[in-house]
Nanobody, 116 residues
Framework: QVQLVESGGGLVQAGGSLRLSCAAS????????IGWTRQAPGKEPELVAG????????SYADCVKGRFTISRNDAENTLYLQKNSLKDADTAVYYC?????????WGQGTQVTVSS
């Protein structure tokens, strides 16, 4: 059974940092493109960051470039998102996903709230 379980969310002050983790199981994690999306209240889902197989390349939404860093540990089947210089606009539920054609697998999400 494929599972993606996020952790590390919480309440943080603007300017602070958080590291999200996503523990994967039930599939060959290292073979797939994986990433993070987020959804703020009343807004459409937004792609935040993605990382290719073996971490060869990364991509970021313009609004998080220079502040967020995505990484993966294939030995531990874990995806990370280091978030620095957090802003109110980063408040959202963050989801990890694995692009496993023809389907995409999703975690249940972790809430991040940034207070000013």
């Amino acid at each position: 059974q494929v599972q993606l379980v996020e952790s590390g969310g919480g309440l943080v002050q603007a300017g602070g940092s958080l590291r999200l983790s996503c523990a994967a199981s039930g599939f060959f994690f290292r073979l797939y493109f994986i990433g993070w999306t987020r959804q703020a209240p009343g807004k459409e889902p937004e792609l935040v960051a993605g990382i290719s197989v073996a971490g060869g390349s990364t991509s970021y939404a313009d609004c998080v470039k220079g502040r967020f860093t995505i990484s993966r540990n294939d030995a531990e089947n874990t995806l990370y998102l280091q978030k620095n210089s957090l802003k109110d606009a980063d408040t959202a539920v963050y989801y990890c996903y694995a692009d496993r054609p023809p389907a995409t697998s999703w975690g249940q999400g972790t809430q991040v709230t940034v207070s000013s």
